[in-house]
C-alpha cells in the first residue's frame, strides 16, 4: 500500500533562511509526487509536481523539490523563506501506472517564518 | 474564470440533519473528488467519481452520499448517519480519468461545516 510521510508538523525559519520540508512515500511502482499549499480557510494550491523525466522540479514562488528513488523522498526547499510563505504544505503521492487520480496525502507541515 | 466553487463556505447544521455541500467546475474535467480535512490528519477520500453517473466510494464514505447528474457538479450529502461531521470538507477535479501525468487535482475553496 503506498504511503507518504511528512516530517515534522512544524517547521519554524527565520525570514531569509532556508526552507526545506521533508517528504518520504512508500510505493512499489514509480510514483507520481506532488506538493500542495494551503492558506488559513482555503483550498489546496498546486506548488510542484513530479511524474517522469527530470527529477528537480521547479515550481511556483521559487519553491523546488528533488525526487529521489534511492531514499524515496521528495523533500520541498526554498532558498530564502518569506513572510508570505507561512501556510500548511502537503506532500501527496499517486500510483503511476494506476487508471485514477487518486492521492494519498501526508499529514501536513505548518511552516512558520519568523521576521 | 474557470474555477472550482463550492457553496457555503461556512455551514452550521443541527445534530440530526443531513445537509448537502455543493461543488461546481467549470474546467470541463471528467474526474471530480471530495475530501475531508482534519487537524493533524491530512487530506482523507470521501467519495470520487471519474464520470458522469457514476462514482467510488474513498477512504471513509460511511455516512456520506454523493451524485454525478452533471459533469460540472458533484454535491456532497452529510448525512445524519456521520458521526463526528464537524470538518472542513474540499471538493477537487482533475482532466482526465487515465490517471495519466497530466491528470493534476486541483481544489476549490473548501466548506466549513460546524454541527451544533
Known amino acids: 500500500a503506498q504511503s507518504v510521510t511528512q516530517l515534522g508538523s512544524h517547521v519554524s525559519v527565520s525570514e531569509g533562511a532556508l526552507v526545506l520540508l521533508r517528504c518520504n512515500y512508500s510505493s512499489s511502482v514509480p510514483p507520481y509526487l506532488f506538493w500542495y499549499v494551503q492558506y488559513p480557510n482555503q483550498g489546496l494550491q498546486l506548488l510542484l509536481k513530479y511524474t517522469t523525466g527530470a527529477t528537480l522540479v521547479k515550481g511556483i514562488n521559487g519553491f523546488e523539490a528533488e525526487f529521489k528513488k534511492s531514499e524515496t523522498s521528495f523533500h520541498l526547499t526554498k532558498p530564502s523563506a518569506h513572510m508570505s510563505d507561512a501556510a500548511e504544505y502537503f506532500c501527496?503521492?499517486?500510483?503511476?501506472?494506476?487508471?485514477?487520480?487518486?492521492?494519498?496525502f501526508g499529514q501536513g507541515t505548518t511552516l512558520q517564518v519568523k521576521p | 474564470d474557470g474555477g472550482i466553487t463550492q457553496s457555503p463556505k461556512y455551514l452550521f447544521r443541527k445534530e440530526g440533519q443531513n445537509v448537502t455541500l455543493s461543488c461546481e467546475q467549470n474546467?470541463?474535467?471528467?474526474?471530480m473528488y471530495w475530501y475531508r480535512q482534519d487537524p493533524g490528519q491530512g487530506l482523507r477520500l470521501i467519495y470520487y467519481s471519474q464520470i458522469v453517473n457514476d462514482f467510488q466510494k474513498g477512504d471513509i464514505a460511511e455516512g456520506y452520499s454523493v451524485s454525478r447528474e452533471k459533469k460540472e457538479s458533484f454535491p456532497l450529502t452529510v448525512t445524519s448517519a456521520q458521526k463526528n461531521p464537524t470538518a472542513f470538507y474540499l471538493c477537487?477535479?482533475?482532466?482526465?480519468?487515465?490517471?495519466?501525468?497530466?491528470?493534476?487535482?486541483?481544489f476549490g475553496p473548501g466548506t466549513r461545516l460546524t454541527v451544533l
Open positions: 501527496a503521492v499517486r500510483h503511476g501506472s494506476s487508471n485514477t487520480g487518486k492521492l494519498i
Open positions: 477537487a477535479s482533475s482532466s482526465g480519468t487515465s490517471g495519466g501525468p497530466g491528470d493534476t487535482q486541483y
Open positions: 474546467l470541463n474535467h471528467d474526474a
